[in-house]
Each structure stands twice: as C-alpha cells, then as structure tokens.
C-alpha cells in the first residue's frame, strides 16, 4: 500500500494485462496523470514493466476488493479503468467502486459485447469498452491501405465516411459539412435535408462490393434468396452465354452438382425415349401423363417388366432405372448434407485482390466482420472448424481454410498468389511470425502483410527487416480510446474528417435530465450533433433509423455523433455558447476539435 494515497483527482487502473499498462503508459506520458495501478502481483505479466512509468503508483492486491479499491483511492478518485483478464471479473470490480463512490466514472474491458450491454445498463457514467472491436477497424485499415475508407465499428454495425454518390440513400446516416477552417464549426446535416454543401455522408456500410474480383459477380455480394434469384436471373437473361459458361464452371467445381447433372441428362434422355415411341404393337405414342407416370416408376425401380416391350421401350427402361438408383442417393447425400452443414452449395474459393485473415479469435471476426461489411472480399484460415469467426464466415458465404497457416499448401488454398494483403492475429507471437515469413517467401516484396506481436521490440525489429510489413498491437490500437473514455465522459470513438474531428458518444438519459420528454429532432435543430442510434428502455438492439419525433424516456441509450459542443449540449441538457467543463482537459484530442 503507498504510504500516502493520492489526495484525489487522481486514476485507477486495474489489471496486469498489456492493455492496462498501455492504458497507463498513454496517461502518464501523453496526458501528465496521476495514476494508481492495482496488479495482484508486480513480479508477474506486465506488472514488472508498469512499475519502471513515471509518475504511477503500484498496489499489489490479489484480488480486487472493496479495501483494495479504498487503498486505491477510489472515493476520491476520478476514474477507474477495469482491464483485468477476467471480464467477470472486471464487471464485479466495477460493483464494488461504483458503491464506494458514486460519482466515479468508470471504464471497463469486456470482449463480451452482449455482457457489455448489460453492464452499461446496470451502472451509472460507466463505459464499457471492447479492445479487439477498437482494435479491428485499424487492422482493416492498415491491410487496405489506400483503399480503406474511414470507418468505425459500433454495436454490430460498420460507419464508414464516403462520397454521397457512392452510397445508397437509405444508407446515410447523415450528411458531414467540414469546413477548411478550424475556425468554423462542422455542420450534421439529416438526410432529408441534403443539399449541394455537403460532399460527404455518413453511412451505415452494407457489403457493396469494392473489389473488381466480385464486381464482375454481383450475386456474391446480395444478402437474401429472394433478392440472389432475381438478380440471377436478370443477369442471364442479359447474358445468356455467360450465364451458361458459369452454370458449367459451378457444376465442374462442385462434385455433388456434377454428378447430379450427368444422371439429370441421363434420365431426360430416358423420358425422350418414352415419349418418341408407344406401347408394343401400337403406332401411338404415350400421351404425356403416361410418359411421366411410366418414368416415373422407373425411376424408382417401381415399373413391371415386359419382355414384349420393343427395343426403344426397353432401353428406356434400363436408363431410367438404372439412373434413379444412382439418383436417389446423391439427392439423399445432398440433403443430409445441407441439414448437418446448412448449405447445399460447396465452400466458395478465394477471388483476386482478396485479403486472407488467420486467426479466428475475438480480433478474426471483427477483421473479418469489417471486411465484409465494407465490401471487400476475404478468406479466413483457422485450425480450429468452430472458432467464432468459421461461423461468420461461412454465414456470410466467404471461404474457410481448415489448416495450419504455416503450411504452404493452406496458404495456397487461401490463395495467396492472388491476394491483396494477409492479416496474422492469431493469440501466438510465433504462428504469426512463421505465417508472415511463409507469406513472404511465397510472393515477394508485393503482398501487404499485417501482424500482431505482443513483444514490442519484436515486432519494431520485424518491421524494420521484413519489407512491407505492418506489426500491429491490439491493446496499443485499443489503449487511446480506454485513456480517452477515462478523461471524457461517455466518448466511445472519434472520426477525423478533413482538419476537424468529431465524436462518438454513447448516453443513457437519467431520470431527470433536461433532455426526457424531447424529441430527437429538437437536440438536432443546431446541427451541432446528430443521433445515429437509440435503444429503447427495455430492449437489447439498438435502432439505427429512429423516428425523429421520438421522446427521450428515462433509460434510452443513444449514440450520438456530434462536435464538441454538440456533445456538451447533450450532455447538459440545453445548448451553451460555448462548450460545457466536462469536455475541456487541453490534451484529450490530437487535434483541435470543432
């Protein structure tokens, strides 16, 4: 315990996680704060190196309990961050402060996106924080390159800031006036109001293909059966030769499809047969109700035999019989198959100018998640058939490589040759690594590769050796925000767009407030803030179109996108001149925001 606790307005970090000496690390050096870190052994994880940062104080506790959190100074404290490896853990924690002082704003880790809700709900100016959901869009990022729009990932959905000719108009969130001049604040235009001033929109993303690969197939990007059916058949009829080249290609790819194929001509030609000649010693042909009953009982073994039938007759009989034996039990194969797979057609294959992500953890399926969401088409490889991202990917018709990343044959698979970038984040130091040097010595110099490395010299010393290589850490993408959301209330994200930057709030209105009983068109009048979402009291999804003439009740959650004053008028209630205190500390933004 130090010999003297800080007298208050001080931070409390919680954990000995890399992200909890991050979260440190940016206070200290970045922000100049006091800061009491709490680790249950400083010989241990990352407790040795949080003990050498300026400025910080080191409680060792096993656990946290209500008097470790007094040694820590939590009621005076103005913030906790709660970053231990244990969501539960964490959201216990977040208990105890919060009884001990409840003015205290608190910051808590928890992958569990459903559990974080649920927090949200239960404490009050509490953010909770998810480090491989802030970490996903800036590997996304990094992987693209040039061709990454600016975007961010929130409550299931991908923002991303485009071109309002590039985006659907049901698709906009609302419109983005930025001024060259810092001086003069961004203006958030509703979409109804859209005018010639603003070039740039805010929208939801929606899978719209990017790549030329999937351009050239637009059925791949189209989420719906009913909607892949008619645009499928809009496009053969426009382009019947292709349409048959392709059913061709589909067929000779999928051995099920082939071989249903074969016995499906086989027994036309049987049924052609049949209807070409008549019964024995008759000049007349089947009627065609009698063509199809008598192919039918063939087809299943079902027909009576006579050696009086002509030739034509006969031969007719032994290929339908002969074909339904083989038919049925590829049309059984087939649906067994879609039962215990959910899907009838076979794995797709990796196109051109795809991204590969190995790893499918917490950060596989945000990567891959915005990938697809921004329309760009990825393949996933992973050794484990039920990680969490295998099930997103083939939910959403992308490839899946069962297998070793190192091996040369899965990232051929994968198709490596032809792939845009490779993105390595697995949980391993070393499978990444090896996968990245696999990668490399398979296409030289031209492939963009991101990697994760928790060792930090590690991955500077790749970096600088390996060409064209991106070393990424999910806790060093993820630690500005959590210092952030520490320092502000309720700032969840930033967008920077052109010179100014705007905020991402997520609120839960009070009992109380000033703001119950208004509609959202009313706190949007100064175009100074713009609500993107609403969760009713009561419900676990947010709305991402809500009706503007909605009232706040007590309990709704609203992210809102606003500037810095936008933020404090909701935050306070009304709309002041000037921004509210709450939103003041001098070095909380890299840039001056509007």
């Known amino acids: 315990m130090p010999p003297h606790p800080p007298p208050g307005n001080h931070l409390i970090v919680c954990g000995d996680t890399p992200l909890a000496y991050r979260i440190s690390r940016e206070l200290t050096r970045r922000y100049n704060e006091t800061v009491v870190i709490v680790v249950p052994d400083r010989t241990k994880n990352h407790g040795p190196r949080m003990s050498t940062l300026p400025g910080v104080t080191v409680l060792e506790r096993p656990e946290l309990t209500s008097s470790a959190l007094r040694e820590a100074g939590v009621a005076t404290a103005r913030a906790a961050a709660l970053v231990g490896w244990d969501d539960l853990a964490n959201f216990h924690a977040a208990l105890r402060a919060q009884e001990l ?61 485009a071109k309002r000719a590039d985006v659907a108009p049901d698709h906009v969130l609302c419109g983005l006036d930025v001024p060259d001049d810092l001086d003069t604040a961004a203006q958030l235009i509703a979409p109804g109001d859209l005018n010639g001033d603003a070039d740039l929109v805010l929208a939801v993303a929606d899978g719209t293909p990017r790549d030329p690969a999937r351009e050239r197939h637009p059925v791949r990007a189209v989420r719906g059966a009913g909607r892949w059916l008619v645009r499928q058949f809009a496009w053969a009829r426009r382009h019947p030769r292709r349409a048959a080249v392709s059913v061709v290609g589909r067929l000779t790819r999928n051995r099920f499809g082939l071989i249903f194929a074969v016995l499906l001509m086989v027994a036309i030609a049987g049924f052609i047969l049949l209807a070409a000649t008549g019964p024995s010693g008759s000049h ?104 969490r991202a295998v099930e997103f990917a083939r939910g959403h018709r992308l490839p899946v490589i069962v297998g070793d990343a190192c091996d040369e044959k899965t990232l051929r698979q994968a198709g490596i040759k032809t792939a845009l970038a490779l993105v390595c984040v697995t949980s391993s130091d070393i499978v990444n690594l090896e996968a990245t040097l696999q990668a490399r010595a398979m296409r030289d110099k031209d492939l963009r590769i991101v990697l994760r490395l928790f060792d930090d010299d590690l991955a500077g010393r790749v970096h600088r050796k390996v060409p064209n290589v991106v070393s990424r850490s999910v806790s060093y993408l ?45 706190l949007e009048r100064d175009r100074l803030a713009r609500v993107l979402a609403l969760q009713g009291r009561g419900t676990l999804k947010f709305d991402w179109s809500p009706r503007r003439s909605r009232r706040l009740e007590p309990g709704d959650r609203v992210m809102v996108l606003a500037t810095r004053a936008g933020l404090s008028a909701f935050l306070a209630g009304n709309r002041p001149p000037v921004a509210s205190p709450l939103l003041t500390h001098p070095s909380c933004f890299p840039a001056r925001l509007s």
């Open 101 to 161: 002082n409840a003015d205290l704003r608190l910051v808590v880790g928890a992958d569990n996106r459903r559990l974080g809700d649920h927090i949200t709900g239960l404490l009050s100016d509490c953010t909770v924080l998810s480090s491989s959901q802030l970490a996903g869009p800036a590997l996304v990022e990094a992987a693209l390159g040039d061709h990454a729009p600016r975007h961010v990932r929130l409550a299931g959905q991908t923002l991303h800031v």
């Open 478 to 522: 993820a630690a500005p925000a959590f210092a952030a959301a520490l320092l502000e209330h309720r700032v969840l994200r930033t967008i920077a767009v052109g010179r100014h930057v705007l905020l991402i709030g997520d609120l839960r209105v009070e009992p109380g407030a000033p703001i119950v009983g208004r509609p959202l068109a009313d």
């Open 284 to 387: 007349r042909a089947y009627s065609a109700g009698n063509v199809f009953y008598l192919g039918i009982m063939d087809l299943t073994g079902s027909a009576l035999t006579s050696p009086g039938d002509h030739g034509a007759e006969k031969v007719a009989q032994i290929l339908l019989t002969a074909d339904g034996m083989a038919l049925l039990p590829v049309v059984t194969a087939i649906i067994v198959g879609a039962r215990l797979t959910g899907r009838v057609r076979s794995e797709p294959k990796p196109g051109d100018g795809h991204v590969i992500v190995v790893g499918g953890g917490e950060v596989g399926i945000r990567v891959l998640g915005g990938l697809y969401d921004l329309g760009f088409h990825a393949a996933l490889i992973d050794q484990d058939e039920n990680a």
